[in-house]
């Protein structure tokens, strides 16, 4: 079974919307954390959010916020008041463990296109 | 601060030849990863390190890729001999041990012609 499933093929969103990109995982060990990563058309990975498998609240970073459903195995990212730059590829990622062991699995991504 | 560094940023070069990636993450993390990136398989691990050590190999394609991490500041990928199917964009990543996030260079596009 997949560890993080995205199946949203393609988004569209129009300038100044709120845009949600879903994430669900799986996995069995009581400690992760999951990550959302931003790669625009220039190809670098930009780390945008954290959530920890023990935080009380949703994370949020600026325009972004991780809607997450922890009974549900949900970490959708929430991006706001969306900009022409925000059209990228975006992965969710999960990090099991927090030992030496520990590595992230990433999804398969998801574009998201912002229209002016 | 200075982020994870990747060099070259691009690399062509004809199959069969030796091909060295190399990097340096940021100063102070002491976890190192490497990832390869194509369109028909996505964001996959190829190895990753912790305190200089390989902790799990299990990405590398075959035997020859290798990767090695002599200090704290600096790992290298090698590809020997390369093939036209390992084309690809070849990320290093960073980061502090446990939940903290991944730091990613720019990446080296790698074409093998």
């Known amino acids: 079974a997949q560890k993080i499933t995205q199946t949203q093929p393609g988004m569209f969103v129009q300038e100044k919307e709120a845009v949600t990109l879903d994430c669900t995982y799986d996995t069995s060990d009581p400690s992760y954390g999951l990550f959302w990563y931003k790669q625009p058309s220039s190809g670098e990975m930009i780390f945008l959010i954290y959530q920890g498998s023990y935080d009380q609240q949703n994370a949020t970073e600026g325009r972004y916020s991780l809607n997450f459903q922890k009974a549900r195995k949900s970490a959708n990212l929430v991006i706001s008041a969306s900009q022409l730059g925000d059209s990228a590829m975006y992965f969710c990622a999960m990090r099991e463990g927090a030992g030496a062991n520990s590595k992230l699995t990433f999804g398969k991504g998801i574009t998201l296109s912002v229209r002016p | 601060d200075a982020g994870v560094i990747q060099s070259p940023r691009h690399e062509v070069t004809e199959m069969g030849q030796e091909v060295t990636l190399r990097c340096k993450p940021i100063s102070g993390h002491n976890s190192l990863f490497w990832y390869r990136q194509t369109m028909m398989r996505g964001l996959e691990l190829l190895i990753y390190f912790n305190n200089n050590v390989p902790i799990d190999d299990s990405g590398m394609p075959e035997d020859r890729f290798s990767a090695k991490m002599p200090n704290a500041s600096f790992s290298t990928l090698k590809i020997q001999p390369s093939e036209p199917r390992d084309s690809a964009v070849y990320f290093c990543?960073?980061?502090?041990?446990?939940?903290?996030?991944?730091?990613f260079g720019d990446g080296t596009r790698l074409s093998i012609l």
């Open positions: 990543a960073s980061s502090l041990q446990g939940y903290q996030p991944q730091h």
